[in-house]
């Protein structure tokens, strides 16, 4: 079973920028993604972004279009979350998972907190 950590974490201003990673040991299926979830201080767990470890195909939520950015490093085992234009709704756990489709994570990290203060 692949196992995930998170890291990148902290307190920063709104409009600020944090970078996220996520390091897989062990090998990840060329058939599975890798996604971020997060979940805000009395709020269920939601989807923000995934990426695919094969090809080049990505998928972000709505809320995070256009200021979250996915990517992978399949040499490092890493995927990366680029957060900019952050806001203070941003502010939750983040965590990142892995498995055959967004609904069927199988593996999950431990996560990261992320704080935006306004």
């Known amino acids: 079973q692949v196992q995930l950590v998170e890291s990148g974490g902290g307190l920063v201003q709104a409009g600020g920028s944090l970078r996220l990673s996520c390091a897989a040991s062990?090998?990840?299926?060329?058939?599975?993604?890798v996604g971020w979830f997060r979940q805000g201080p009395e709020k269920e767990r939601e989807f923000i972004a995934a990426?695919?470890?094969?090809?080049?195909?990505?998928s972000y939520s709505d809320s995070v279009k256009g200021r979250f950015t996915i990517s992978r490093d399949n040499v490092k085992n890493t995927v990366y979350l680029q957060m900019n234009s952050l806001k203070p709704e941003d502010t939750a756990v983040y965590y990142c998972?892995?498995?055959?489709?967004?609904?069927?994570?199988?593996?999950w990290g431990q996560g990261t907190q992320v704080t935006v203060s306004s």
């Open positions: 998972a892995v498995g055959p489709s967004i609904t069927t994570m199988n593996s």
């Open positions: 990426v695919y470890w094969s090809g080049s195909r990505t």
């Open positions: 062990g090998r990840i299926p060329i058939n599975y993604g």
